[in-house]
T-cell receptor, first 112, second 112 residues
Framework: ELKVEQNPLFLSMQEGKNYTIYCNYS?????LYWYRQDPGKSLESLFV?????AVKQEGRLMASLDTKARLSTLHITAAVHDLSATYFC????????????FGTGTRLKVLA | NAGVTQTPKFQVLKTGQSMTLQCAQD?????MYWYRQDPGMGLRLIYY???????DKGEVPNGYNVSRLNKREFSLRLESAAPSQTSVYFC???????????FGQGTRLTVV
């Protein structure tokens, strides 16, 4: 059974600091996705990682994928309050057809 | 361009009542998904449809049925609602190339 685990589950950090969120998954996959969810809202796509070694950056966020280690990281540089949200990783696996499984999410709070 | 539209946004049901959650997308995507989101548990896959006319069970299908009416629409039915089905439900459609997910705004369902 595929498991997608994120850590930490909760993260409170000061503005200006750096931190990394980790996403581990338990089966082979070359495709991993990161999403952001603001309170009471839907999910929006942040990054699409489609191969081993893929690295994507947008503003203060950078995501990477190591398919051999079954690990993706979301690195936050010099956090600002606007980054406060819940971040989800999702893994796509082939099980008959492609299936999209989400991690438990990391709730990030950036303190001014 | 509406993207993914879910109805209703909010619903309160009594135990044992039935209802159908509607989802429609206008992006010509083949794959559509239904998830439920509960605090601390991320998004769990209920059912998905890889293409018109096909549906498959996800992680938590019990108590639900789905219909892929056509390429645009994918509905989720609760035949006899239970309090354990109180949750926020999200519909998503998947871009066929990058496999990026686009989400509806969610349905907040309370079963009393």
């Amino acid at each position: 059974e595929l498991k997608v685990e994120q850590n930490p589950l909760f993260l409170s950090m000061q503005e200006g600091k750096n931190y990394t969120i980790y996403c581990n998954y338990s089966t082979t996959s070359d495709r991993l996705y990161w999403y952001r969810q603001d309170p009471g809202k839907s999910l929006e796509s942040l990054f699409v990682l489609l191969s081993n070694g893929a690295v994507k950056q947008e503003g203060r966020l950078m995501a990477s994928l190591d398919t051999k280690a079954r690990l993706s990281t979301l690195h936050i540089t010099a956090a600002v309050h606007d980054l406060s949200a819940t971040y989800f990783c999702a893994v796509e696996i082939l099980s008959g057809t492609y299936k999209y499984i989400f991690g438990t999410g990391t709730r990030l709070k950036v303190l001014a | 361009n509406a993207g993914v539209t879910q109805t209703p946004k909010f619903q309160v049901l009594k135990t044992g009542q039935s209802m159908t959650l509607q989802c429609a997308q206008d992006m010509n995507h083949n794959s559509m998904y239904w998830y439920r989101q509960d605090p601390g548990m991320g998004l769990r896959l209920i059912y998905y449809s890889a293409s018109e006319g096909t549906t498959d069970k996800g992680e938590v299908p019990n108590g639900y049925n789905v219909s892929r009416l056509n390429k645009r629409e994918f509905s989720l039915r609760l035949e006899s609602a239970a309090p354990s089905q109180t949750s926020v439900y999200f519909c998503a459609s998947i871009h066929p190339g990058q496999q990026e997910a686009f989400f509806g705004q969610g349905t907040r369902l309370t079963v009393v």
